[in-house]
């Protein structure tokens, strides 16, 4: 397996998923499922699944909604990852989609700092490994940006189908820094199609740094 390149972050001006919203204000022209927290899980899953749809100006890209656990109210968290043509909303606290050999989970977490958040998903990262009987896993530098304000660690393994991996562990403040946004992004190269690169290159964008380029 290849090291990882140098990673370049770029800061975006504009601060894409997990902001907080309310239904009403997903799809503009579309009848916006009512939300309650107060739900059953099941149902909750049901009414997440309808706000599931591509993203504007995105060819592979989807946008979603989740819980984050902790807000007042009936307001949902954002959520950009790869366009499923069959997607299924899978969990309330989290956004998970997958296509063209690339998967992506965000969340949020509550936590003081971007390096914290980083570290949680590193011990989420090592108890997944442990459980699939990842092989080969080289951890790589931490990455921080903007103040502090952004963290992303490198990681490449050999999957439990033994295909190599690369995956990044990323952090962004949100809520002027009472939360941070947490993604994990896994790049399975055995899985790459023709619309891999724009896929990438659309992530890019996401998440404000070059994944496109290091493969």
Known sequence: MKKTTMIAV????LMIGGILFGVAQTRSGDKAPTYNKLLTDTQKIELLQQLYH???DFNHIA?????????????????????EENYKQEDVYFLHGSAHGVSVRV?????????????????????KSSEKNYTDVLFGETYTADGNTIAIKTVEYLNEKKQPVTTF???DIRDGGKAYLCAQIDVNTA??????????????VVFGFNISELF
């Open 169 to 171: 562990l990323y952090s």
């Open 54 to 56: 591509k993203a504007p």
């Open 10 to 13: 770029v800061v975006s001006v």
């Open 107 to 127: 969340h949020i977490k509550q936590t003081d700092t971007a390096l914290t958040a980083n570290e949680k998903l590193i011990e989420e990262f090592n108890q």
């Open 191 to 204: 899985k790459f199609d023709d619309k891999t690169n724009e896929l990438l290159k659309e992530l890019d």
């Open 63 to 83: 946008i979603g909604a989740y819980e984050d656990g902790f807000s007042e109210g009936d307001l949902l968290r954002d959520g950009y990852v790869p366009y």
